[in-house]
Every structure is written in C-alpha cells, then in structure tokens.
C-alpha cells in the first residue's frame, strides 16, 4: 500500500481511529498477520505501541509487536522511499517510542535503540550513542545487546578493536540467556572463519534446519556458499530463488549483482536490476552502490549517468562513503555532468568521514594539479594507512620510488610500504613486493627467487595479469624455477588474453625470435597490432619497427614512419631513436635534417637509453651539428656508464688519436677503455695499436696481431687495415704478403684511405697479389687526389722512372711539390724547400 505524502498526517489519523479500539485486539490481529513488510501495517504497529505506552498497557504482546518491527529490515522497508520532512518525523517518532520503551525498564530496547542508530539515514546516525546503548543494554542483561556487540569485537566492527576470543564469548552468553538470533551471528562467525567446506555447508544446514519459518533460514548465506566457495552456479541459484520466495533481501542482492556481472546465465538484465531495487526498497543500502557503479561502469547498454547519481545519492544517503566518493569523481571528471566545486565538496566531504578512499583519490589530485602538492598528499596517504587502507600505501610507496618525497628515490622506504600494502591483502602491493623480490631492491639489496615466486602465486590467485606476467620473466631468466620459454609464453599468451596488452609484444618477440617452435614473423605482427590496438606504446613502437624491418608485412616506410610518430607522443625513447635514424639516414622520404637527428636523439639520451647517449656523443665528437668534445666526452661517458662498449671504443679513441687535440695528451687512457669494450666482446683496432706500441700497457706484438685480427673479423675497417701491416711486415705473426694484400683491399674497398695506398704500391711491385701497372696507379693517383703526401711522392717517382705512365718529368715535378707543401721530408728536399735550420 502507498502511504499518504504526509506521513505525520496519516500518522495522526491512525493514531485517532486505533485511540478508540482494543489496541490487545489489534496487536494480537497484527501478530497473527505478520505482515509487517505491508507499510500500512506496519505504521499501524508503531502507533499501536505509542498509544500503549501513553496509556500504559505495556504488555508482553506489545513488546513481542514491538520487536517485529524492527525485525527483517521492516523498518528500513518502511523508510526507504520516504522524503527528508517524512523521514525525519518516522525517525523521530521511532526514537520517541524507543526511548518509552526504555523507560519501561524493557532491557530489548537498547539494542533496538542501537539498531535504529545505526541504520539511520545522515545526519542521524550517532556511532557514540549507539555504544553506550548497546553496553547499557549488556550491564541490563539483554542478549541482544551482548549478540550485537560480541559481533562488532569479533570483526573489529563499528570501531571496535578486534577480539576473537571476547567476542565469541559474548555471542554464546547471549545464545545461552536463550536469544533467538545468536545462532545466526554464530554461523556468519563460521562461514567468514572456517576454511573447510564441509564444515560450512554442515552449519548452514544445522542452522536452516532449527528454523520453524522459512524466512528465518539463511538462503542467502547458501547461495553465497555455492556461489563462492563451491562454484555450484546451478546450487547457488537453486538456493537464491528459494530465499528469494520468502522475502530475503540478501537473497535478492546476491542474485542480482550476479546476472548483472553475467556470472548467472538465463537471466535479462532488467531482471538483476529489479531485484537490486527491492533489496534496497529493503534495507540493504549497498545495492543502492552496487546499481549507482552498474549504472556508471557498465558496457551492456545501459549506461546512464543520470541513474548512476540517482542511486549513489541514495547510497549516500546511509552513510555509504563509497558513494559520496563515487559522486565526487562523477563530478570531477565526467563531462557531461561536470561540476568541480560540487565534486571537491564530495570528496572533501568523505575525507572528513574518514573514507581511505576518499583520501586517496584526493591525494591523485593534489598530486596532478599543476603546482603538485606533495605534502599535502603525503598527509592524506599517511592519514589512509593509519585507518587501515591496504591501497594508501602502494601508493605512497610510488611516491618514494619516484622521488617525489625527499630529493631522490628511496626504494627501500617504498618497499616497506609495499609490503604494507601487501600484508593487507592489496593485489598492488602483492605485485610489487615480488617485483622487488625480482629485481633485488630491498633491505637486503639482492634478488629472492622463493620471495619473488611466492608473491607472484599470491598476486595471480587475485587475479593479476601482471603477476602472471612477471612470473613469465622467471621463466624466461630460470629465476628460482628451471627454465621454461613454453610456460614463459603461456602465461604471457593468458594475460594477453585476459586483457594485459603489454603481454601482446612478449608473444611477439617469441614469435619473431622462434624461442617456440619455429620463427613466426605473422603471428609475431598480429601480436604486436594487437598490443597497438589496445594502446600499449611499445606495441605501435613494434608495429613501426615490423613495417621498417618487414617483420611479418612488406617493408613500409611510410607506415614505419607513421607508427613511429605516434609512440612520441608518448614519449617512447626506442621511437625518437628510430626516427632520428631515420632523418639521418633519410629513410621513408625524409629529408635529412640535422637539428632533427639531434632533437630526436636527445629525447632518447635524456630518457637513459645507452646507445641514444652513445649517438648524441657521436655526434658532438664529429660535428653533426658543432663540434664539441667536452660534450661528446659527457654522453658518451654516460653510455658507458650504462654499459654501451660502443662508447667505450669512441673514448679510447679519444685518447689513442688525441682527437681533442690536448696540449698533454694521455695515451695511455685509450687502453683501459679498449679493454672495457673488450670484455663485453667488442673489439676494434684500438686494442691492438695499445698493445703493439705499449700504449697503457707493456709492447706485445703478438697480443696485438690477436687483437687486429678478431677485431678485423668483427668488421672494423681499421682493424683489417692494421691486420694487413701486420702480415706485411711480421708484427706478432710471420710475414705473409698474400694475407697481408688480402686483408690491406678489404681495407681499402671499405675506404681506408691508408690501406689504398699500400694495396696500390703492392699492384705496382707485384707484392702479395699479381703486378697489375694500370690499377695501381689509378688507385695511387686516387690516394695523392686527397693530398696523401706519400702517396703523391710515389705518385712522382712513378712518373720520373716512367712506371705504369709515361715517363713524364713535369708531372713527377709538380706531384713532388705538392708532397713537399704537404710536409713531405724526402719531397721538399727534391724540389729544394726543406726547412733550414736558423745560424
């Protein structure tokens, strides 16, 4: 029945017309009916014990109607729907007659009186006063008193401090002073305790049996058992729509948020949503959040924002902080309804009710605002972890690995957050300590294969991809378990499927690398568009590169190029460095653009990429766009630092060849970078020209010669030249002019300009290789063209005696002087202009 707008009218009207009747009839009529979820009636019992309390006639069936109204959330049926005028007047009619009851010396009424606190609407409920009820009410004996309160020690409920033992003790007191529902705190205590199934579903059958009313046993708590413990969706329906007949609102909740989630087939959407409305219409106020979340997260079609704030309002309305935070970010960012002030007023508002929640995505904003306040922050987190919050501190964790607090990062501050975080049961910060177990960051600064695995198996038993992610590293790396590349793949190809995009790539290198079974180029392409489309960076990145590198695709360059561009703008280092190389090499239709090739690059450097530093050192060292190289020194310094032996190789050549030019160069430095480089198998001439004239070390030609050589084999131009000399004239090996043409041409088809010269005088003399006349001179005139003060000279010779030319002593003249204007002894003293020594 729909109750006048009016209630302290209709109120009045029941209170005149019951005045003039039997209220031991009336009583004993509504008892029988026990219809009390009829909002008639059930107004009608309330006026019923207000005028026997007035008139004095409290008897034992008043008390008995008294407490059925307040029985099976009666009372909060009755209030659901009421505006703030008519609730006010039910609250205070309740709280009025509540108070009588007291005074009546009906011990019962304290924990009525508790229980009217507690669910009141704001700002009635009182948390204090609802303590004092409940103790007054346990010093008067009342079991009820000692059932709810033993309850809120037991779960550390209500503001209590836990107490297992004490709590436990005060719910079987209660039972044995014979109150009805101390069974029922009893079997929540085993069902939210008890590990074994069998115990449980033994309880609940004990319990169920023992009560006469069907609406007394708990469906809900068997429909949760299957559901949860036993994954019997079949059972666990079974049980839901029993409860469900009998007006068990839990019943209706459970079913309800389980088709809405798509957890129970056979059902419409619409019917979820229903029965989440009539378990609100029947006090439990968190399906009220449960429909504000749906309304707002779900992709089925009925998103509604409008509906989503209207049953957030509700919630809220019950002290449902999680809702007042909902709000608050409605407000803050949903367009469509954007309202800062409103939604800062929100969040401040669940902040002063101390909602961790609250706290922390007030912390997300302080922190993203332009002039981030990390104290302020800092405070909030702080404040979260003190009340309790298990994700407040992975996050202030992050704070500290980041450095925000302090002025560089502290991991070992953020790993004993993390573990924090992670004793409290936070999939984040579970994930995080294994991850530091992983990597070494922690007290003991070194890796924990067992540590690390048992947070990972922690973690996925919650549900993380991420966790299943980092126990594929273990896998790959055989870190605490034995080697696997199927297992590493596995995971990474479920948590790719269950929507952690990241994962898309590792099956693509795998596919592109064959680590198993056999090179997939197309499937290792799929992998990493599929990483792109779901917006992972290092997937468009991949996508660039498979287009560059015709991984899987045709080589496509504008593709590339593209693909490339678009993982800048999340600044992705690997990008800005292929897209320098890009306009320095101008692939794709670039035009070379040095300030480009060296913005691009930079970007890379200063995000810590060793070969990015190695490129900008480069560049400085030969000028791309100046050259400087005390810059050059710097990056490449920091590449080595990093490791990149590349760097190191360009240092020693710093030093080997002086190119800085320094007033006091020092040689001997080159060696012990060549040696770096070395160690990490990486091998140029330099090495060998260290150890051939003693530079760094002590002279040994024959270590020299192994060095030309792996370095020659390595592909260094240099080398191959050095290598060739050393065959020519037996430095750390016996001579051997045939090796030594060989390696001198590949030298100089690379460029080296020496070792043109040399091939040329060896074609000349028929040294190592077959006399051919007409090419060594072409390749000796060649070599004098770039003002090779030797070679001209030769050059001269060749035309003086008439060798593989005409004999022609003009030309021998005019190739002397330009030998002897380039510093050539033997030149100047043919054509007269060597130095004099000044008398």
């Not at 310094?637 to 190119?659: C, M, V």
Request: net charge negative; glycine share 8%; with cysteine.
């Amino acid at each position: 029945m729909t109750l006048p707008i009016i209630l302290e009218v209709r109120y009045q009207e029941l209170f005149s017309q019951l005045s003039n009747q039997s209220i031991e009839e009336e009583t004993q009529k509504l008892l029988e009916q026990k219809d009390f979820l009829n909002k008639d009636e059930w107004l009608k019992g309330l006026v019923l014990c207000d005028l026997a309390l007035a008139e004095d006639k409290v008897t034992e069936e008043i008390k008995k109607l008294y407490t059925q109204l307040y029985k099976k959330n009666s009372n909060l049926y009755f209030s659901s729907g009421l505006d703030e005028t008519d609730y006010k007047f039910w609250f205070k009619k309740n709280e009025e007659i509540n108070d009588k009851f007291i005074e009546n010396n009906f011990p019962r009424a304290y924990a009525e009186r508790d229980y009217i606190l507690e669910t009141a609407r704001r700002p009635y409920r009182n948390r204090e006063k609802e303590r004092e009820y409940l103790l007054t009410g346990i010093e008067l004996e009342d079991p009820a008193c000692m059932a709810i309160y033993g309850y809120n020690l037991y779960f550390a409920m209500r503001g209590e401090e836990e107490n297992k033992i004490e709590g436990k003790k005060w719910i079987e007191k209660s039972k044995e002073l014979g109150y009805h529902n101390a069974d029922n705190y009893l079997l929540n205590v085993i069902y939210y305790t008890e590990t074994d199934n069998n115990k449980i579903l033994e309880a609940i059958e004990e319990y169920n049996k023992s009560r006469k009313e069907e609406s007394e046993k708990s469906y809900h708590l068997l429909g949760e058992f299957y559901l949860y413990k036993e994954e019997n969706i079949e059972k666990a329906k079974e049980a839901l729509i029993e409860g469900i007949k009998y007006n068990n609102p839990f019943c209706c909740y459970i079913l309800g948020i389980n088709i809405l989630n798509d957890r129970v087939s056979g059902y419409d959407k619409t019917e979820g949503i229903k029965l989440l409305e009539e378990a609100y219409d029947y006090g439990v106020i968190y399906a009220a959040n449960w429909l504000g979340r749906y309304y707002y997260y779900t992709q089925d079609g009925n998103k509604s924002i409008e509906k989503s704030i209207e049953w957030h309002e509700k919630a809220k309305l019950y002290y449902f902080e999680d809702s007042l935070v909902e709000l608050a970010l409605i407000y803050l960012y949903e367009d469509s309804v954007k309202d800062l002030e409103k939604g800062q007023i929100y969040l401040d508002w669940a902040v002063k009710e101390e909602s961790t929640r609250a706290m922390t995505e007030k912390s997300h904003l302080l922190l993203n605002q332009e002039v981030p306040d990390i104290e302020g922050a800092q405070k909030l987190l702080e404040k979260a972890i003190e009340l309790g919050d298990s994700y407040a501190p992975y996050r202030l964790g992050l704070m500290y690995e980041r450095g925000d607090i302090g002025k560089n990062p502290d991991y070992y501050k953020a790993f004993e957050l993390y573990q924090l975080s992670a004793e409290r049961g936070h999939i984040y910060g579970i994930e995080l300590v294994g991850h530091y177990y992983r990597i070494g960051i922690t007290k003991a600064e070194e890796a924990n294969p067992e540590k690390a695995i048992e947070y990972f198996n922690q973690a996925i038993e919650k549900g993380s991809e991420y966790a299943k992610v980092e126990l594929a590293f273990c896998y790959e790396d055989g870190f605490g378990v034995e080697k696997d590349y199927q297992k590493a793949y596995d995971l990474f190809k479920t948590a790719a499927e269950n929507g952690y995009v990241y994962a898309y790539n590792k099956i693509g290198y795998y596919e592109e690398d064959g680590l198993v079974g056999e090179k997939n180029d197309s499937n290792a392409f799929q992998a990493y568009q599929k990483a792109a489309e779901g917006g992972n960076i290092e997937g468009i990145y991949n996508v660039g590169r498979s287009y560059k590198y015709a991984i899987g695709v045709p080589e496509n360059p504008e593709l590339a190029i593209e693909n490339y561009k678009k993982a800048i703008e999340y600044n992705y280092g690997d990008a800005f460095i292929e897209l320098a190389l890009a306009y320095e090499t101008e692939y794709g239709g670039l035009e070379f653009d040095a300030q480009k090739v060296m913005e691009y690059m930079m970007k890379a450097a200063e995000q810590g990429y060793s070969f990015a530093q190695y490129k900008v050192g480069y560049y400085y060292y030969y000028g791309l766009i100046e050259r400087d190289f005390e810059k050059a020194l710097d990056w490449l310094h920091r590449s080595f630092e990093r490791g990149y032996p590349y760097a190191a190789l360009l240092i020693g050549d710093y030093y080997l060849y002086n190119d800085g030019r320094q007033e006091n160069p020092e040689y001997d430095k080159a060696f012990e970078y060549y040696l770096a480089a070395e160690q990490q198998g990486v091998i140029s001439e330099g090495l060998g020209v260290c150890y051939e004239y003693g530079i760094g070390t002590e002279e040994n030609s024959n270590e020299a010669f192994k060095y030309y050589t792996l370095g020659a084999e390595e592909g260094y131009t240099a080398a191959k030249y050095r290598l060739g000399t050393a065959y020519k004239y037996g430095i750390g090996t016996e001579q051997n002019q045939e090796e030594a043409y060989r390696w001198l041409s590949k030298a100089a088809e690379e460029g080296n300009t020496q070792a043109e010269y040399y091939t040329a005088l060896m074609l000349l003399e028929g040294e190592g290789t077959n006399q051919d006349l007409e090419k060594g001179i072409v390749q000796l005139t060649k070599v004098a063209e770039t003002e090779h003060a030797d070679a001209q000279f030769e050059l001269g010779n060749c035309y003086l005696m008439g060798k593989g030319v005409a004999e022609d002593e003009i030309k021998a003249m005019m190739w002397y002087q330009k030998a002897s204007d380039n510093g050539h002894e033997q030149a100047r003293k043919i054509t007269g202009k060597r130095e004099r020594r000044r008398r």
